[in-house]
């Protein structure tokens, strides 16, 4: 059987459970090249758990997985990464005892057939403040710096595709533009984004398509202009 096309990462009623709880119940879509689409949803609607399924960090019970046709459910995490899908985990998870310009040079990997060469040089343009931090120890940097870092630190593996779970939670303001900057510009690049954002603001200002998660299935599937039109899914699916 092959993947459908013309898709760059296509997943297919992808199923988890944590133990006995059934959390992701059928779980479908499509990703283009170049194309940023959020999955929304409120806490505990398996958005997270989509990621981490599909970078085989909780392995998926049923379900199929493809990257440019490549079959990826199954895969150990490293080797999806090195297939060319990257992941910045909610956690961040730095290398606390390394400097800046270590954790940015343990991300850098040969880039698979397709992808983008991404360069520390460029890592420093999109955030100046890590360019003057390269030498404090990661463990020191803010919760913000972090951010910055593990984005970076990803990209440096020059994926072709890239899967960000709430990038901008607890950041200030003006690193948060940063970081939505940051993801529309991997996006003019040619790097496909899926990403788990809580702020619906920032969301609809970055995505090509947003798919609205309950009960782990996809509700709604759509452009952010027509999830702003439907109030009622808004209400039913979004509202606190």
Known sequence: MN???????????????????????????????GEVLSLLGRNGSGR?????????????????????????AGAK???????????????REVFANLTVDENLRMG????VQGARRWTVAQMFEYFPRLKERRNTKAGSLSGGEQQML????????NPLAILIDEPTEGLAPKIVAQVGECIQDMRRQGVSVVLVEQKLAIALK???????????????E??????????GLLSQWLAV
Do not use: N
């Open 222 to 231: 759509g452009s952010p202009a027509q999830l702003e039109a439907d109030r």
């Open 206 to 220: 970055v995505s090509s398509r947003v798919c609205v998660m309950g009960h782990g299935r996809i509700v709604f």
């Open 108 to 111: 850098e990997q040969t880039p």
């Open 77 to 91: 995490p490293h080797a999806i990464c090195r297939s060319g899908l990257a992941y910045v985990p909610e956690e």
């Open 48 to 72: 997270s758990t989509t990621l981490k399924a599909i970078m085989g960090l909780v392995p998926p019970s049923s379900g199929r997985v493809w990257l440019e046709g490549r079959e990826l």
């Open 150 to 157: 593990t984005i970076c630190r990803s990209l440096l593996g």
């Open 3 to 33: 993947a459908p096309a013309p898709a760059l990462l296509r997943v297919d009623d992808l199923q988890a459970h944590y133990g006995k709880s059934h959390i992701l119940r059928g779980v479908s879509f499509g990703l283009a090249r």
